[in-house]
């Protein structure tokens, strides 16, 4: 097939329910036909906040990408998908540049994206848009443990003083850029989501020596939304434990997932040594070989904030 000419007869523009066909026939060439891309397209076309977007050539759709206001001051990039016949042929690019230049139109604060580390193509594009890769998660999984439940328990919302001191004084909260995961997705734990957490029932703590201290927290996610469902799985937001616990804590949620009915435990690990040797030790086994690499940079970013005009089309038509 001709190769299509970007400048002349490249078309990006915002995505309608008139694209469904396509859409869904590009997820089925993704990820081994298990894309999420089906389960989210119609909250994807009615999202009024973000920007849904395909590059099309003569009526053709290539290409797929989605940007997401989490919050006021919170974007997240996803969903760029371009259908294998045409790969190779900078469709990525210039979708990723054109909803960077949306982004800096609209929104304001940080702008983020999590990608596998085998994908040599995308920390490319961070690079020339000026993110920067700020945090590495291993996938692991285990098997529940038919036991008792040791020492976690649920917390509630009058504990969300203390989870939050405890949580603040973590390096590893930090390192993990102070966030939650969810199927792939990254979002601040602000103060407002850890109180729905905590309301909610998903939020764990491993109490500590002295009155009120803890030495441990585990953030479940709901259930119910998920984007790829692997059964009753208890998927975890973040996890975290005192050095001398961390082992104790792992092995716990394994035995907390037998208590919850689940039939498997999900994490993405933050790239920390000790977090996974002590996983590890209490039975967790790495799910593959990439990692999960989160890049972030700020809406407003003086440098690479606009598409070079000679690698993309003169202008957009609506």
């Not at 920007?51 to 997401?68: C, D, I, N, P, S």
């Not at 993110?131 to 976690?152: I, N, R």
């Not at 939304?225 to 998927?235: A, I, V």
């Not at 208590?259 to 435990?265: N, Q, Y």
Request: charged letters at 25%; hydrophobic letters at 45%.
């Amino acid at each position: 097939m001709q190769q299509p000419n970007l400048r002349s007869d490249l078309n990006i523009r915002r995505a309608d329910p008139g694209d469904r066909e396509a859409l869904l026939a590009i997820a089925a060439q993704t990820w081994d036909g298990d894309d999420y891309l089906p389960r989210v397209l119609e909250a994807w076309f009615n999202d009024p906040y973000g920007g849904f977007y395909v590059a099309e050539v003569r009526g053709e759709v290539l290409g797929v990408a989605k940007l997401t206001r989490l919050a006021e001051d919170e974007w997240w990039l996803e969903g760029l998908r371009v259908a294998p016949a045409h790969q190779g042929q900078g469709v990525a690019r210039i979708l990723h540049h054109y909803v960077m230049n949306q982004v800096h139109q609209i929104g304001r604060g940080l702008v983020r994206f999590s990608t596998a580390s085998v994908d040599g193509a995308v920390p490319v594009l961070a690079r020339e848009t000026g993110f920067q890769h700020v945090a590495t998660f291993l996938p692991y999984g285990a098997d529940p443990l038919a036991e008792p439940v040791d020492g976690l328990r649920a917390l509630g919302p009058d504990d969300a003083p203390r989870v939050q001191a405890w949580l603040d004084a973590g390096p590893r909260f930090a390192a993990a850029q102070r966030s939650v995961e969810a199927d792939w997705t990254f979002t601040f734990l602000t103060p407002d989501r850890l109180a729905a957490r905590l309301a909610d029932g998903l939020v764990y703590g491993w109490d500590g020596a002295g009155p009120g201290a803890l030495d441990g927290v585990v953030v479940l996610n709901p259930v119910g939304d998920e984007r790829w469902y692997d059964g009753p799985t208890l998927k975890i937001g973040y996890f975290d434990a005192a050095d001398g616990v961390l082992g104790r804590v792992a092995r716990d949620v394994r035995r907390l997932a037998s208590a919850l009915g689940r039939t498997a435990v999900r994490v993405k690990l933050l790239d920390d040594p000790d977090v996974v040797r002590a996983c590890e030790d209490a039975g967790y086994l790495r799910l593959w070989d990439g990692a999960v690499w989160l890049y972030a940079r700020p809406v407003h970013l003086t440098e690479h904030a606009v598409v070079r005009v000679d690698e993309a089309p003169d202008s957009p038509r609506s």
